[in-house]
């Protein structure tokens, strides 16, 4: 089945850590997208990318990096330079950016930094 | 700067009758906007969408609808099932006719629940 998956589900690391957290798409997508739920917020976007080897900020990208080596993989790196890194994390995908479509989430990944 | 709003964080509605969750944006350049429903623990999926072009949307149950001038979209449901119970998201993307405008910026989501 055609999807978008996100892992682990949940992770917890030691504050001061980088953790890598994985998103494959195999929709054949065009644009990926990182977004943040904190409780009481809505979703703030943290990167995206319109195409292979692209990527540009969203409004929160600060202590995050992105890489997109492949167009089905987008993983986000949280740093140690990243203040608050606890909570719910969104990957999703869309056709192309360009166009106006709905863009599919996964299922999230809850991070606890500890 | 809160570009998508939604002022209501819950709403309660009694099985059967009709939910309407609201939503604003201060963005003039908004032409498309989505409505998402979430669980908690999951990821959100998609509802229904509006195109700037059009004033309404219906599919089934749910009604979206869009007042350009006002700068504001509603959602409803009729007539509410207990299962329509969650938190829901309304969004919106610029043209994309726009360089680097292809985002989707999300309200802060509006917890619906449905009382048998």
């Known amino acids: 089945d055609g999807g978008i998956t996100q892992s682990p589900k949940y992770l917890f690391r030691k504050e001061g850590q980088n953790v890598t957290l994985s998103c494959e798409q195999n929709l054949n997508h065009d644009a990926m997208y990182w977004y943040r739920q904190d409780p009481g917020q809505g979703l703030r976007l943290i990167y995206y990318s319109q195409i292979v080897n692209d990527f540009q900020k969203g409004d929160i990208a600060e202590g995050y990096s992105v890489s997109r080596e492949k167009k089905e993989s987008f993983p986000l790196t949280v740093t140690s330079a990243q203040k608050n890194p606890t909570a719910f994390y969104l990957c999703?995908?869309?056709?192309?950016?360009?166009?106006?479509?709905?863009?599919?989430f996964g299922q999230g990944t809850r991070l606890t930094v500890v | 700067d809160q570009q998508v709003k939604q002022n209501s964080p819950s709403l309660s509605v009694q099985e059967g009758r009709i939910s309407i969750l609201n939503c604003d944006y201060t963005n003039s350049m908004f032409d498309y906007f989505l409505w998402y429903k979430k669980y908690p623990a999951e990821g959100p999926t998609f509802l229904i969408s509006?195109?700037?072009?059009?004033d309404k949307n219906e599919d089934g149950r749910f009604t979206v609808f869009l007042n350009k001038s006002a700068k504001h979209l509603s959602l409803h449901i009729v007539p509410s099932q207990p299962g329509d119970s969650a938190v829901y998201f309304c969004a919106a993307k610029e043209n994309p006719s726009i360089q680097g405008a292809q985002k989707l910026v999300f309200g802060q989501g509006t917890r619906l629940t449905i009382n048998p």
């Open positions: 509006i195109s700037s072009i059009k």
């Open positions: 999703a995908s869309s056709i192309d950016s360009g166009i106006n479509t709905e863009a599919f």
